[in-house]
């Protein structure tokens, strides 16, 4: 690949984003978990990217203006961190501290990104249900995952809350099969959210955690992939 676009890092369950697209416009993009940049964040997996010809050079063309622009601020541990390659030159930044290059390149990744996420290549998705999390995989190639655990919690109504948030409730192991067929669905018992405490806080909410692969060249083998499920 000629272009490698990585966002993640941060507090754990930390977030994982990587865009990987060669000459031509084809590539990938995969996600352990695109909080809080990439909503929605109920899917983790990987999905087909086709920007085309001239998709590509645009993207490409904003990434070399990004590589040689003055480097921004030291990056946060808090916020995790944005790299750039492209063919042999590097570049990185604090998602807080981007500059002018820097958000225009991230602006057209995310494009692609939004767009890549309509081609699911092997992808989970996570739906709340009474009692239960429905697990399936939306995309066209098997899912495998070695081990999970589904926590659950409470959130806004409107909105999905911070994985920090739910990450503090005490996990329930779940059993997973070798691997998830495309269509295919699982449903996982889902551990008591508690009692209202909060009421700006009143939605039950399921943070689900896959050890999974994704099987794509040159990135991690594994991968810790974390979805938030909620109110539809």
Request: net charge negative; no cysteine; hydrophobic share 40%.
């Amino acid at each position: 690949m000629s272009l490698r676009f990585f966002a993640g890092g941060g507090q754990p369950p930390q977030s994982h984003e990587v865009l990987l697209v060669k000459a031509g416009g084809e590539g990938w993009y995969l996600t352990g978990m695109p909080w809080p940049e990439q909503p929605p964040f109920d899917e983790i997996g990987v999905y087909r990217v086709e920007l085309g010809a001239p998709g590509y050079e645009r993207l490409a063309g904003l990434a070399r203006a990004a590589v040689t622009a003055p480097a921004g601020e030291g990056r946060s541990a808090d916020a995790g961190g944005e790299s750039l390659r492209l063919d042999s030159a590097e570049a990185a930044w604090s998602p807080r501290e981007r500059g002018e290059p820097a958000q225009a390149f991230v602006d057209a990744a995310r494009e692609a990104i939004a767009a890549a996420r309509e081609r699911p290549v092997s992808v989970a998705r996570a739906e709340l249900a009474d009692g239960h999390v429905s697990l399936t995989n939306r995309g066209e190639r098997p899912l495998v995952a070695s081990a999970g655990e589904v926590r659950a919690g409470r959130g806004p109504a409107d909105h999905a809350p911070s994985p920090l948030r739910l990450a503090r409730r005490e996990p329930a192991e779940v059993e997973l099969p070798a691997e998830l067929a495309p269509g295919a669905s699982l449903q996982l018992a889902l551990p008591s959210p508690g009692p209202v405490a909060d009421e700006d806080f009143p939605a039950r909410y399921a943070l689900v955690n896959l050890r999974w692969r994704p099987g794509v060249p040159g990135e991690p083998e594994e991968l810790d992939g974390w979805m938030i499920a909620g109110p539809g």
